[in-house]
């Protein structure tokens, strides 16, 4: 009954967030100054029948309420809007560029997440040795470069042995067998998803390490020990199991900072992803597409903390007491 | 009647917690080497940031030497795409981009410890409200948002720092709300409240002193945050293009081909710099923090070497 009471409340949270996230957006590019007909009615010698033609067409004359109700139906029916960049609806082109983005954040995720729990794991179980101190001081500084510079970096460094930026060769002919495209895209995805990685794992080493000490000085370690089983065993299985409970949480709080990481990862590689479409939607003031990449980023570490939530309730039931 | 240190509360309070917050800082600038190195490295870079008009070696609005012209003695960091002396851009850029981390940081903490002080002070209906809102904050992914507020509202220096400020005050908020709330039940506001005093008079004197460590030690780490920030809605065009910041200089250099013309030393010395400012805040946040965790010194147990550390700040008798 309480697991059900559990899921259900933090289903209802995320509804509740989705919601806010639409409603933000839908606000956000109203109560600042300018519009859409005052962007497109710059054109020499508007008259002011034009800007009305277009106020009535964008419904830009019917009172705020009744256009956010609009907005709301329209949303739920797929329909983001269509982009001023390209006269093509926004929602078919933001799903194209996901497919492309979720692959690329994975990979480097997920080995952000496999380094970050070994080099935390060493460094508490060799505490106070060098190898700790290499591993830390080196998980602070790569938390600390910018992410837009550890591209730039590994582009200097890279250049010309791997490919620099895109997602495939364009002169691959798509004649060739489907294992061979993966492999290009495997290679363009090397330099982006290792950015990640580094961009991201130095926070988890810290957190892994603190919540493994932590973990090391409980009784129940005590009690392991004192019956002879060796160090390995102890840390795989009694320490390391409790240790990785807070890991969970900061995953999933880590997601928008990923995101934003990605979007700037994006750029510098031209991945043609959410992110660069995001980036080309503020060089283009293309309003729509720039609401629309929010709104589906948003969503998406809206829906992953939600997950997040239901894993940790797995490992840890106790949390809904 | 009960004495004063009879109570097992005031008497760990009296013995453990240093009675004034200069005491407390000095205490943790003796003790751990990690925040003297950290605050060292801030004041340096504060330091140069005032003093950087007046050091620089050249001008970072005029041409002094060839486009991309490498490091040299005359120009030690080299030049960027526009013959602009890098070592000058470097100092000055520093100046705006650590205004834009204090001012951001300043509205941030004035909104996150407002909220956690009302939030935890007040407990109830304000609580519930208040840490709704954060919650909400707290999920959407803030440099997305930012990215789509700064693009909207128009790329200023001044909307660039209340865009970081109004968005990166949640994880402050809850944790100065929590460290309020336990404050809150100690014996002596209590008695505070049972002698007359008014909740402003309890806020300001008794709460506010006890949550200033941590709220220090909050803001430093907020501040790496809003640096990290900056560049990057700089590095998407989002930041005013007349002002020099270290966050500008790694986009021109990024956007002018700085890479293809093998321009490293366009890159490489700016992400240092950010780093080491980060990392100053990080080391010296990090430590004020832990200073004030007594938790995280029970877990000074390595299971190698097998001995316990000894407890500082608790009891006799813990663990």
């Known amino acids: ?321 | 009647m009960t004495l004063p240190l009879q109570d097992p509360q005031l008497a760990a309070e009296a013995e453990g917690q240093p009675s004034t917050r200069a005491g407390f800082f000095r205490t943790v600038l003796r003790e751990r080497k990690a925040a003297v190195v950290g605050l060292s490295i801030i004041g340096f870079f504060v330091v140069l940031s005032i003093i950087a008009p007046y050091i620089s070696p050249y001008s970072i609005t005029e041409q002094t030497c060839a486009v991309y012209a490498p490091p040299s003695s005359a120009h030690w960091l080299g030049c960027d795409d526009g013959g602009i002396d890098m070592l000058s851009q470097l100092m000055q850029g520093g100046r705006i981009s650590l205004v834009v981390g204090f001012a951001a940081t300043l509205v941030a903490m004035i909104i996150g410890g407002g909220v956690g002080l009302l939030s935890g002070y007040f407990g109830r209906a304000t609580d519930v409200v208040l840490m709704r809102i954060t919650d909400y904050l707290l999920v959407i992914p803030d440099l997305v948002l930012m990215i789509v507020i700064a693009d909207v509202w128009g790329a200023s220096l001044f909307h660039v720092i209340i865009v970081i400020g109004i968005l990166e005050w949640t994880s402050t908020a809850r944790i100065i709300r929590a460290q309020v709330m336990s404050v809150r039940e100690r014996v002596y506001v209590k008695r505070t409240r049972a002698l007359g005093a008014g909740n402003t008079r309890i806020i300001f004197k008794h709460i506010l002193p006890q949550v200033g460590p941590l709220l220090i030690a909050n803001t430093v780490l907020t501040i790496a945050i809003a640096i990290y920030l900056e560049t990057a809605l700089a590095f998407l065009g989002l930041a005013d293009p007349t002002v020099t910041s270290w966050g500008t200089i790694l986009e021109h250099a990024f956007e002018r081909t700085a890479i293809s013309s093998g321009a490293w030393w366009a890159i490489v010395p700016v992400g240092l710099v950010i780093a080491a400012v980060i990392v100053g805040c990080f080391l010296f946040g990090q430590a004020v923090e832990d200073a004030l965790n007594p938790r995280l010194k029970v877990a000074n147990l390595s299971v190698r070497r097998w001995r316990l550390r000894p407890l500082v700040g608790r009891g006799p008798d813990a663990l």
């Open chain 1, 1 to 321: 009954m309480r697991s059900a009471d559990y899921v259900l409340k933090r289903g209802f949270f995320a509804l509740v967030t989705v919601f806010v996230a639409i409603t933000i957006n839908f606000f956000l590019f109203r109560v600042l100054p300018g519009s859409a007909v005052s962007d497109l009615s710059r054109v020499p010698k508007a008259s002011p029948q034009l800007k009305h033609a277009l106020t009535v067409e964008f419904g830009l004359d019917k009172p705020k309420w009744q256009q956010y109700l609009i907005y709301l139906r329209e949303l739920f029916h797929g329909n983001m809007g269509i982009s001023f960049a390209n006269q093509q609806p926004v929602s078919h082109l933001l799903i194209a560029d996901l497919k492309n983005t979720i692959p690329m954040v994975t990979v480097g995720t997920v080995a952000a997440i496999v380094v970050g729990m070994v080099t935390g794991i060493l460094s508490a179980w060799r505490r106070g040795s060098a190898a700790d101190h290499v591993s830390t001081n080196g998980a602070i500084l790569f938390y600390a470069f910018p992410t837009q510079w550890l591209g730039l970096m590994l582009l200097i460094i890279f250049a010309g042995t791997l490919p620099a930026g895109g997602m495939e060769n364009p002169f691959l002919f798509s004649a060739e067998p489907f294992w061979q495209h993966l492999g290009d895209i495997a290679q363009h995805m090397v330099l982006p998803a290792a950015t990640l990685l580094l961009t991201a794992y130095g926070s988890y080493t810290l957190v892994v390490r603190s919540s493994m000490l932590e973990t090391l000085g409980e009784d129940y370690v005590l009690t392991a020990r004192a019956k002879g089983l060796p160090d390995r065993r102890v840390v795989r299985r009694h320490a390391f199991r409790n240790a990785m409970l807070p890991m969970v949480t900061l995953v999933a709080l880590d997601l928008g900072y990923i995101v934003g990481g990605a979007v700037l990862i994006e750029v510098i590689f031209s991945w043609p992803g959410i992110g660069l479409a995001m980036y080309d939607a503020i060089q283009q003031r293309d309003y729509p597409m720039l609401q629309g990449g929010f709104l589906i980023l948003t969503v998406a570490v809206i829906f992953l903390n939600f997950a997040a939530d239901l894993f940790y309730f797995r490992l840890d039931p106790r949390i809904s007491q």
